[in-house]
């Protein structure tokens, strides 16, 4: 299964209006008129930030992780779509290795629409776990 790599704190771009509109309410302040027109890029600059770190920490995981079966107690769909109209699924999963005990955690990606009916509660799919903080996986695609 394939990993959409997405900004998943939509609520994060709300900021940029609000800083803009808190600028306007300082305007009086000689120095708010010099940064205002930084704060977008300061905003959009710390959305890429945010997104590349993730991405960076999944190739990661991907790279080092623990490879382990999980059986889906739920899958749900969140209602966030990518740019490819895949729809973001929340996974509970039940990680079961040989390495540490059998543990719950949940996943949050983007599938495409061909690989939705291997997300049915029961089944049984793979994935990578971080073997410093177990809470971490994602759903591997090899």
């Known amino acids: 299964m394939r990993y959409k790599y997405e900004i998943q704190n939509g609520w994060f771009l709300l900021l940029i209006p609000i800083a803009i509109v808190i600028s306007f309410q300082f305007s009086d302040l000689p120095w708010i ?30 790279q080092s992780g623990i490879s382990a079966s999980a059986e889906i107690l739920e899958a749900k769909e969140t209602g966030m779509y990518d740019n490819r109209y895949n729809p973001q ?30 997300l049915q509660k029961g089944n049984i799919i793979w994935i990578k776990y971080d073997p410093n903080n177990p809470k971490k996986v994602i759903v591997d695609s090899d």
């Not at 929340?90 to 005990?101: C, D, N, Q, T, V």
């Open 89 to 118: 699924i929340k996974l509970y999963l039940r990680i079961m290795s040989e390495h540490i005990p059998v543990y719950e955690t949940q996943f949050s990606g983007y599938f495409s629409k061909m690989e939705l009916h291997k």
């Open 33 to 62: 008129n010099q940064i205002r027109t930084l704060i977008p890029v300061l905003a959009v600059g710390l959305i890429l930030i945010s997104s590349f770190s993730k991405r960076l920490r999944s190739k990661k995981l991907k």
